[in-house]
């Protein structure tokens, strides 16, 4: 299986450039931060290739501009060509399937923050799950005034530092 699911920068403004035939396509490359740091504390980046055909170089050439956080999704892809100089040149593509632009549409808005100022749902008192405090207890025993734990497990309450994600 050849997959690969990224999320990055875009490193300069796309232009889309047509084929002889008529065919969008976008040519670009996605900054995509490594998950460590270098020995100085620095963060280290990859930058890749990319390509986009058709209606998402139509998208990417109209709707992202240089240093737009995007998500992207393809197949790594080689090719070979001959350099002017006769030499033999190697080159390792992203061929991009879909695309999405992650970068808020107003400059001066917040990134989406999932759950922001929301509170936790209500679960129902015939829930029959685990945060219910009557399951397990005949539906006799268990008081229908009882409100439900709707505290997270500890293990959804994570602490994660702006330094720690890859963008």
Not at 63 to 80: A, H, P, Y
Not at 113 to 136: D, I, K, R, V
Request: aromatic share 10%; charged share 20%.
């Amino acid at each position: 299986m050849n997959k690969v699911i990224l999320i990055g920068r875009i490193t300069k403004d796309p232009e889309i450039r047509y084929t002889p035939s008529g065919v969008p396509t976008v040519s670009f490359t996605l900054a995509v931060d490594r998950g460590m740091r270098d020995a100085n504390g620095n963060r280290q980046a990859d930058f890749l290739n990319c390509v986009a055909w058709r209606g998402q170089a139509d998208f990417i050439s109209r709707f992202i501009k240089k240093g737009f956080l995007m998500s992207v999704e393809g197949r790594i892809q080689t090719r070979n060509y001959q350099g002017q100089d006769g030499q033999t040149r190697y080159v390792t593509e992203i061929i991009l399937d879909a695309v999405e632009n992650l970068q808020p549409r107003d400059p001066n808005a917040q990134p989406y923050q999932p759950n922001q100022g929301m509170q936790q749902p209500q679960y129902q008192q015939n829930y029959q799950g685990y945060n219910n405090p009557s399951h397990g207890v005949p539906y006799t025993q268990a008081t229908p005034t009882s409100q439900p734990d709707t505290e997270a497990p500890q293990s959804f309450n994570v602490d994660i530092a702006d330094d720690d994600l890859p963008f």
